[in-house]
């Protein structure tokens, strides 16, 4: 089996990946591999590469697990028949600030049968230990995002601070920024996002982005800030509980940029 790699102060951040497709034959019950082990988070499992989009976005996820009949992957040609004529394949990702794409393959480790615990264990521990101690640019690129932006209206600047701002609704021709002050912009709703973390901020709603830090209940159709009932898109409630969950586990990485 070779050497084992033990991570160091595992407890201070969990390994964050994604699993998409389907189990290998004779490994019907694949995601409790993953489950048991202490410093993983299994942030959401999908059929296809499309559905797992979003977070695979969001630059908050470490690895990918692809399993088998992946849609998008059935036709590809190199790599994508290599990768699916494997049981199962562990992608690292990495998120450099200058990129064509939000995220790039930083390694990709080959699972073969027989798989078991230990040998998904060494390899999640050595990707855990290259994000802790190589300082590979995932989950979060520290990158030029401020403490506050400024947004135009009525001929003047106005500054928004970014930890302070609850969520931005769309009404009508304006955008109104709800933090500590209301704050009246006819900046569109995209400008706005644009400045905002992708990590804290989540648009919920064609007219709603929502600061994952002040939401209180998540609910079919629903977010909560507060006392106030913000209405999510169709489809995107469980979509949003996960983000909402990753950031929890995010705020809790004491080497992540979002702790104080």
């Known amino acids: 089996m070779g ?19 389907q189990a290998a034959p004779g490994m019907q019950h694949w995601r409790h591999y993953f489950d048991h082990l202490e410093f993983v988070y299994v942030a959401g499992q999908y059929d296809t590469l499309q559905q797992a989009m979003p977070l695979l976005n969001s630059t908050m996820v470490h690895a990918l697990v692809l399993g088998k009949n992946i849609p998008e992957l059935a036709n590809d040609t190199n790599p994508g028949e290599e990768l699916n004529d494997q049981p199962i394949n562990i992608i690292t990702l990495t998120y450099p600030e200058k990129r064509k794409h939000v995220f790039e ?3 990709v480790d080959i699972l073969k049968i027989p798989v078991t615990k230990l040998t998904i264990t060494n390899i999640l521990e050595k990707i855990y230990y290259k994000v802790m101690t190589e300082g590979v640019e995932t989950p979060i690129k520290k990158k030029s995002y ?17 930890n302070t701002l609850r969520y931005t609704e769309v009404i009508g021709n304006t955008c109104i920024l709800h933090g500590e002050n209301r704050t009246f912009t006819t900046d569109s709703i995209e400008q706005i996002n644009a400045y905002l973390p992708p990590w804290q901020f989540t648009r919920v709603h064609k007219l709603f982005i929502v600061n994952l830090h002040f939401v209180d209940q998540i609910t079919t159709g629903i977010v909560r800030v507060g006392a106030v009932a913000i209405p999510v898109k169709p489809g995107y409630s469980q979509e949003l509980q996960r983000q909402y969950d990753i950031f929890r586990k995010l705020k809790e990485d004491s080497r992540n940029p979002l702790q104080n």
């Open 105 to 107: 393959i930083l390694n």
């Open 146 to 162: 401020h403490d506050h932006f400024f947004v135009h209206y009525e001929n003047k600047y106005h500054r928004v601070p970014i």
């Open 3 to 21: 050497n084992r790699q033990s991570p160091v102060k595992r407890d201070n951040m969990s390994l964050i990946i994604l699993i998409v497709g």
